[in-house]
């Protein structure tokens, strides 16, 4: 399987704070990765990073082997990359259809992304919401029409921030399984702190602690992993070394 | 020696006239993130207040140094009142009704003081250097604006009312969590903001004449000097009007004064363009 | 088209409601412009008709761009400066009509330019346009020499160009065109501006401005460069305004009051008055609101500054959303009551 999307040595700096620290990771066509890590482990801003929001401080990004760091959002979303941002990120003002369509008007014309649009809206479930301004859902219908909005121009790879954030259990187990069927078209990239959806989701995870990577590995061994658990505890992995099994 | 002694006067006078007009506006953007387009009209209330009191015989410096402030500042926490306190957080439309606000007082002037313009002439006479003579009253404020820019300093560092103002200032969401009584400090910052303006527009009317419209001559300078300066209110606005400042005069001596200004707002643009925080969101950021 | 849903049923009905309004405002002004015109003249119908175009400019790209213009007089002063150095220069003023708006649109371009791709907030954007359009009136109003001319155009200062020539029929430049013919001019200008608004917000182009206005972080993560669009609306709008000051040229003659302030803040309170978000409503906010300050203006004890500046303070505080929603919402609350 060829490399979609890599880091190369990624980092990000804040004045003296080292919110990335020297990241690589490659993420396969179709595959489906999970970023874990405590709050504060720098997911969110490696996140912030490959969607453009952020210029990294050194390191590259590639996109099927073409450099993208440093590119504009657009210019990254353009390249056929799909984003869901932690607080959903909507139109408010206009209807859920509204919003999907011109998701979809790049590619295609007006008919036919209203064609488009809609089916999207049907494969989730949230036909009935075509027509209801976005600003007055409620939080998980927002999330739902996120994802439509994100899923809907077939992107390559879609990154998800967060996207049980606010959810109950019950939900949770929805949106993970929609994530795997999702997965049968798109490589998808979870960054996630909760542990159940990481359970639900069963794939290979990347665990992030103090912006580096601190375990890559399949869910049931990182789960399994002493330093995964020592670091949502709060111990300090060197820490460990000095404490007698 | 004299020519470059007369022109750094000229320069030095530029960049504390420019301060002295901005600082008020500074201290209630500092302060409240307001921005408050009624500002020059603030200004032209303490010259207003200043002409009053003289033509009422009161003593000239009593009238500039102490009625135009206290006059100006009264104006501030009826303004604060009625109109900046139900717009808090909602920059925009604070900026739209202080607009309002601005025309309604150069409506009201011109209605009672007509649109004439009245003033003052210099105290303090001239002052010779070698071959060349600069204003005494110039000189005087330079060092009023530096005494005024120390003062609000002192007040902000050492009293315990500016470390509640520099606590509100850095995070008004935790400073109310610890007891600050927020919309009071607002009503006071706002209050100090307008009595500074009184007080430089009593100061600067001496240099301006006054008339109802003379605060929109300041509004765009003094505006693009607070914001150029960035979130440091005392830093930012001293070092954009020394940079600012240092420009128009310089612009002004080798061209015209309307090229000046032109040249000065071109930087301003340009700086901003290259710094988009301000000059205190790259340098001094740990300045007040 | 069937099977559109309720929602197109409502924004097909919407649209109609708002056509209906617009029908309404063309009666009345059909009904009362003759009474009007004798009290005032053609002329300062003509100049109403210019400052609808010019809130028309503001409400699309403050209202439907969310770009906070605080600047809009600039373009509007420097179409009418334009027009009036290219009609004095050239034999055929029809000519000066394209560099009229073409001038003001550069200057909106490069001003959004370094705006837009400065990513700068929008209360910054404010005090920029701000202070250029203040920089423009300083700089006009020192023109007074005899060395500030262009070719056969003198600058004149703060007296402006009172020689200011009218528009001639096209291609025939003994015949200027009369005041009722300039007239008729402004109101199909108005007219085609407005429907101009409508096709572009009806556009891709103008859905994704839109857009940006309800989240530009979102429209950015779907592919759509931002600053293009921003752009884009901001050199309409200041071509538009342009236009406006063509009109106004045309009836008045061309001074450097255009670039003043007072005119940026009363586009401001048209466009707010008359509803943020809507086109009707700037149309009419302006037309009331000139005839207000017509009104007090001769009133020789009331300053119209003072009744402008506390409309707009009273809107901002009472009636945030403007007149056109506040009132449509009210009527729809009555409405559905009445014919149930």
């Keep these: 399987m060829s490399v979609l999307l890599a880091t190369e040595h990624l980092t990000m700096r804040f004045g003296g704070v080292v919110a990335v620290d020297d990241v690589s990771l490659s993420i396969e066509e179709r595959e489906l990765r ?108 927002r999330q739902l029409v996120e994802l439509a909005t994100v899923v809907a121009p077939a992107p390559d790879l879609i990154i998800l921030d967060e996207p049980t954030a606010g959810m109950s259990a019950e939900e949770t187990a929805g949106t993970a399984a929609l994530i795997r069927d999702m997965n049968r078209d798109h490589a998808i990239v979870v960054v996630e702190h909760d542990m159940q959806f990481i ?47 | 020696m004299d020519l470059a002694i007369a022109t750094g006067i000229q320069a030095l006078t530029g960049i504390a006239t420019l301060l002295l007009i901005s600082l008020g506006l500074a201290i209630v953007f500092g302060m409240m993130r307001v921005i408050n387009l009624a500002h020059g009209e603030f200004l032209m209330l303490g010259a207003y207040s200043a002409i009053l009191a ?106 315990p009312a500016g470390l509640i103002a520099r606590g509100t200032m850095q995070n008004a969401g935790m400073a109310a969590a610890l007891g600050v009584p927020t919309e009071r400090v607002y009503a006071l910052s706002f209050a100090a903001g307008a009595a500074v303006s009184g007080l430089a527009g009593a100061l600067m009317a001496p240099f301006s004449g006054v008339l109802p419209t003379m605060g929109t001559a300041y509004i765009a300078k003094s505006f693009i000097t607070v914001i ?61 | 088209m069937p099977g559109e849903g309720p929602g ?31 009290l005032f003249s053609i002329i300062n119908a003509t100049v109403y008709t210019a400052m609808a175009v010019l809130a028309l400019s503001l409400a699309l790209v403050w209202g439907f761009g969310g770009i906070l213009c605080f600047g809009q007089a600039a373009f509007f002063g420097l179409g009418g400066y334009a027009y009036a150095v290219a009609a004095l220069n050239l034999p055929d003023t029809t000519y000066a009509v394209p560099i009229a708006i073409l001038v003001p649109s550069l200057a909106a371009a490069a001003l959004g330019y370094v705006m837009f791709f400065g990513r700068i907030s929008d209360v910054y954007m404010g005090v920029i346009t701000l202070t ?28 402006g160009i009172p020689t200011t020539p009218p528009l001639n029929l096209p291609g025939d430049p003994g015949t200027p065109l009369a005041p009722e013919q300039i007239f008729v001019l402004a109101v199909l200008c108005l007219g085609l501006c407005y429907a101009l608004c409508k096709l572009v917000l009806r556009s891709r182009f103008g859905r994704v401005v839109v857009a940006i206005r309800e989240n530009e972080l979102r429209a950015a993560l779907l592919g759509y460069d931002v600053r293009l669009y921003k752009l884009g609306i901001f050199t309409i709008g200041g071509a538009m305004a342009g236009l406006a000051g063509l009109l106004f040229a045309n009836c008045v003659f061309v001074s450097p009051t255009m670039f003043s302030l007072a005119y940026s803040g009363q586009i401001i309170i048209w466009v707010m008055v008359g ?27 009331i300053n119209p500054n003072l009744i402008l500046g506390l409309v707009l303070l009273v809107a901002v505080l009472a009636i945030p959303r403007g007149l056109q929603p506040t009132v449509a919402g009210w009527l729809r609350r009555r409405l559905p009551e009445d014919a149930a």
């Excluded at chain 2, 004064?257 to 988009?276: F, Q, S, Y």
């Design chain 3, 132 to 159: 250029v359009t203040l920089i423009l009136f300083n700089f006009v109003n020192s023109t007074a020499g005899e060395e500030w001319r262009i070719g056969a155009a003198p600058l004149g200062g703060f007296n």
């Design chain 1, 34 to 141: 999970c970023l874990i890590g405590p709050n504060g482990a720098g997911k969110s801003t490696f996140f912030r990073c490959l969607t453009g929001q952020y210029r990294p401080s050194a390191g590259r990004i590639l996109w099927r082997g073409e450099d993208i760091t440093g590119l504009e959002p657009h210019q990254i979303a353009r390249r056929g990359i799909g984003i869901k941002t932690q607080v959903p990120s909507l139109f408010d003002g206009l209807t859920a259809l509204e919003g999907v369509v011109l998701a979809l008007r790049r590619q295609h014309r007006e008919r036919e992304a209203r064609r488009r649009a809609l089916a999207v809206l049907e494969r989730l479930g949230i036909a009935e919401l075509a027509h209801r301004p976005v600003g007055l859902l409620a939080h998980g219908q």
């Design chain 2, 54 to 159: 003289v033509q009422a015989g009161v003593n000239l410096w009593i009238a500039m140094l102490v009625v135009a402030p206290l006059c100006v500042g009264l104006l501030g926490v009826v303004v604060e009142r009625l109109v900046i306190r139900r717009l808090y957080g909602r920059m925009v439309d604070t900026m739209l009704a202080t607009w309002g606000l601005s025309l309604a007082l150069i409506g009201a002037v011109t209605m009672i003081f007509g649109n004439t313009v009245s003033g003052f002439s210099a105290p303090l006479g001239s002052v010779r250097i070698g071959a060349y003579s600069t204003s005494g009253y110039g000189l005087f404020l330079i060092g009023a604006t530096v005494l005024l820019l120390l003062a609000v300093w002192a007040v902000l560092r050492f009293t």
């Design chain 1, 199 to 245: 359970r639900a989701i069963a794939r290979k995870v990347t665990v992030f602690h103090q912006g580096r990577v601190l375990v890559e590995d399949s869910a049931e061994a990182v789960l399994a992993d002493p330093r995964v658990h020592d670091v949502y505890l709060g111990r300090p992995p060197e820490a460990r070394q000095a404490v007698p099994a």
């Design chain 3, 8 to 38: 197109r049923a409502s924004a097909n009905g919407r649209a109609a409601f708002e056509a209906a309004l617009g029908l309404l405002a063309a009666g009345i002004a059909a009904w009362w412009l003759p009474q009007m015109l004798e």
């Design chain 2, 228 to 288: 150029t300066g960035g979130a440091a209110m005392l830093a930012g606005t001293a070092s954009a009007s020394v940079l600012l400042g240092g420009v128009n005069t310089l612009g002004t001596f080798a061209t015209t004064p309307v090229l000046g200004e032109v040249l000065m707002l071109a930087v301003a643009i340009l700086l901003l363009r290259l710094l988009p925080q301000g000059i205190t969101g790259r340098f001094f950021r740990r300045a007040l």
């Design chain 3, 275 to 301: 509803g943020i978000g809507t086109l009707l409503g700037p149309v009419i906010g302006a037309m009331l609101l000139q005839a207000l300050t017509a009104w007090v203006g001769t009133l020789p004890e």
